[in-house]
């Protein structure tokens, strides 16, 4: 495989940590708006809301490194996999 059939290291690291982030995030939304006491969704909303903003950076990061860095060649070999990807 060339460089260009695949993606980097950095690219594959930072999908990874996104999607984590994100799931994260959105656990912590879920669980506020389950919450029925105001103080612990004051808390959760807390937590959920100071990291959300550096999740916010990593992922315009992300997608400003991909922009930059360009997408690998398309290998699907089937229609459904180039559907998928």
Known sequence: MTDRDRYSSISII?????????VVMIALGFVAGATSSDEIVDYILDVHIAPGFFVFIFVVWRV?????????????????????A
């Not at 930072?14 to 994100?22: E, R």
């Not at 699907?76 to 180039?82: A, G, M």
């Open 14 to 22: 930072n999908h990874w940590v996104t999607a984590l982030l994100v």
């Open 64 to 84: 400003l490194f991909k922009l930059y860095k360009g997408f690998p060649v398309d290998t699907s070999k089937t229609v459904l996999e180039s559907w998928a």
